[in-house]
């Protein structure tokens, strides 16, 4: 075990979370709602964020806008405005970059940063770099973040979860028993309910019992990914930080729900072709076709209803996409049903170089329907996504998603500047009129 | 990008008499690693301004060729207009040089009017650390943005406004200045 060990931070890993990021940003465009109950997420219907202030009157994320205003009716409910939260999120990489080259962006709202060796640099401690990293992303940003420090990344992340909201958590080492010992295996990044249930039937309830077992019973009880949390633990680097970034998808989906709900198996199949259009956009971005495919329709009831599709070819156009589901989607949709979403999901991603030819020519006329997509690529770039999208979309396209108070959009997409349009906004978050 | 990183690289030729190494291009170019360069490098060579000898190293090919002419060069004398261009901003610099705490408002009132920040305008505001008396700051008072000067009188804090119709604000409570005024921009 690495705790005997005299170094508290035989590296030094940071993990830095947004409280409540989509929320806190609300907060942080206005600032006359801090200390108010702020949740985003109208336009879902679901809670997407919630601010501490929320929180403690019960709201958890996921829940139902009705149930929000039945157990706190003063909340204030936003629309989200994801061109402001990515403004933030970029802003934060930022200010952390500041301090050190090495940042993993790990998602919109938290990353992870390699400051050891650091102290040198900067003359202060490790503990002294993270509390002003947090200083200069809450005064600069006008939200809280609460931020752990270890040697691992799990471990850091077992520190940024300690104290929430603005936390700053160190755990040296040779103290991290005591964190461990606090924290039950399903609090720990990358175990889930299941496996935290597995391993309580062992008798490992904490993170420290696991930490406790020693590398052959860890590797006869689980698998790989496991062993490495489980060295991560023992203060072992054993997930070095990605710096790259997203090089690639192994999967793209696209969702989206609509209001009012409806029964009618053309406006729900236009939904449908318009996720296809968008995933297969995406696709096309990153070079990468989709040898299967997976869609479903969500019912008013919230339930799923779906089917999973092999191409004859791996293919990043809408048509050799939709020409399948079009051939399935009468066995999903059920007449008289209200259907409320609909999804897309483009799996096993290949990238569209390796697609082999096959004996009947259809690769080759993909190909050829190839060069017509490209160009609506060309065109909209210069014109603006959907500057020209397909016949079976036309519905969903030229109509709101969200008819009715859930159409509410952010401020942003409505308080324009001379020289703005509806779709090129400055990069500067906009905190409203004065 | 790649005119501006050829006449680095043929700058330093010139100054040092040698083509520079990987990492040599890296410093002059700000590259970050030694990929790009090399990408660099397979342009140059493409382009034939460089050519790579047997042990790899750079060899000057077409060099002076290579040089984009800025300006029409009269009596012999190099057009200075080439260098001169390394040591300027642009208008995101020089609007928002901390482009991390920078922030944008529209102006809807006229109570700053005699500071020329009109109605319509956009103001480019700063979150900082703290606030000094004189500067336009923004704070919220009862709820609303408001925008005035910062003024200090007997150790206490107020907000004035520049225009005469409108009377100082001296708040009952203690109040918070959330950002300091940097710029203003409008647009006709």
């Known amino acids: 075990m690495a705790w005997g060990a005299p170094h508290s931070f035989p590296r030094a890993i940071l993990h830095v979370d947004g409280d409540g990021f989509f929320a806190g940003c609300e907060v942080a465009k206005n600032p006359s709602l801090k200390g108010k109950p702020v949740i985003t ?48 999120s970029h802003r934060m990489y930022a200010i952390v970059r500041r301090y050190t080259p090495s940042v993993e962006e790990y998602g919109i709202d938290e990353c992870f940063a390699d400051i050891s060796g650091m102290r040198r640099l900067h003359k202060i401690k490790y503990a002294q770099i993270a509390a002003s990293i947090k200083r200069d992303l809450e005064r600069e940003l006008g939200m809280t973040f609460s931020l752990g420090l270890a040697a691992t990344k799990v471990l850091a992340k077992i520190g940024s979860k300690w ?16 964190y461990l010992a606090r924290t039950p295996c399903e609090n720990v990044w990358g175990i889930g309910a299941n496996t935290a249930a597995y391993l309580a039937s062992s008798g490992v309830r904490t993170a420290l019992d696991l930490v406790k077992k020693d590398e052959a019973w860890v590797r006869a009880r689980l698998s790989k990914p496991f062993l490495e949390i489980w060295r991560e633990l023992q203060g072992e680097v054993a997930l070095e930080l990605d710096l790259e970034g997203k090089q690639s998808y192994q999967s ?149 998603a969200h008819l009715g108070e859930r159409g509410d959009t952010p401020v942003r997409a409505r308080a324009l500047f001379k020289g703005e349009t509806a779709r090129k906004h400055l990069a500067v978050p906009y905190l409203g009129e004065v | 990008m790649y005119e501006t990183y050829k006449s680095r690289i043929i700058s330093f030729y010139k100054k040092n008499k040698r083509m520079p190494s990987y990492a040599e291009i890296m410093r002059a170019t700000g590259l970050r690693s030694k990929n790009a360069v090399y990408k660099l490098v397979h342009k140059l060579v493409e382009d034939g301004v460089v050519s790579k000898d047997a042990t790899g190293r750079l060899v000057p090919k077409n060099l002076e060729s290579g040089v984009r002419l800025l300006g029409l060069v009269e009596a012999g004398f190099p057009s200075p207009a080439e260098e001169e261009l390394l040591d300027v901003m642009d208008f ?4 928002v040089p ?21 109605p319509g305008d956009m103001v480019v505001v700063e979150r900082r650390a703290s606030y000094k008396p004189g500067q336009i700051v923004v704070a919220i008072i009862d709820g609303e943005n408001t925008m005035k000067y910062l003024r200090v009188k007997n150790g206490k804090y107020f907000l004035e406004p520049a225009n005469p119709k409108y009377q100082p604000i001296y708040p009952s409570e203690s109040f918070r200045v959330e950002a300091v005024v940097t710029g203003v921009v409008r647009k006709y």
């Open chain 1, 41 to 88: 997420g109208k336009e879902r219907g679901v809670v997407s964020a919630c601010t501490y202030e929320a929180k403690a009157r019960g709201v958890k994320r996921g829940m139902r806008l009705h149930e929000v205003r039945a157990l706190c009716p003063e909340a204030i409910i936003l629309p989200s405005d994801y061109e402001t939260y990515s403004l933030f």
């Open chain 1, 163 to 178: 104290q929430k909201p603005s936390g700053l958590t160190a755990i040296p080492l040779r103290e991290a028993h005591y």
């Open chain 1, 252 to 400: 793209i989906s696209k969702t989206k729900t609509f209001t009012p709900p409806s029964r009618d198996a053309d406006c729900v199949f236009s939904q449908l072709s318009k996720n296809i259009e968008n995933a297969c956009i995406k696709a096309r971005r990153w070079h990468l076709a989709a040898p299967r495919i997976s869609f479903f329709l969500k019912t008013q009831d919230f339930t799923y209803h779906g089917c999973d599709i092999r191409l004859p070819y791996p293919s990043a156009l809408p048509h050799d996409i939709l020409r399948e589901v079009r051939a399935a989607f009468p066995r999903v949709y059920k007449k008289g049903m209200l259907y409320r979403a609909t999804g897309i999901t483009l799996i096993d991603l290949v990238s569209d170089a390796a697609v082999q030819l096959d004996l009947f020519g259809s690769v080759q006329k993909s190909r050829s329907l190839q060069k017509v997509f490209e160009s609506v690529d060309h065109i909209s770039a210069r014109h603006g996504k959907h500057a020209v999208f397909l016949g079976s979309s036309m519905q969903a396209m030229t109509h709101a």
């Open chain 2, 92 to 95: 995101d610099e020089y609007l």
């Open chain 2, 98 to 118: 901390n482009k991390e705490s920078s922030y944008i408002l529209k102006v809807k009132g006229d109570s700053m009017i005699d500071a020329g920040i009109m």
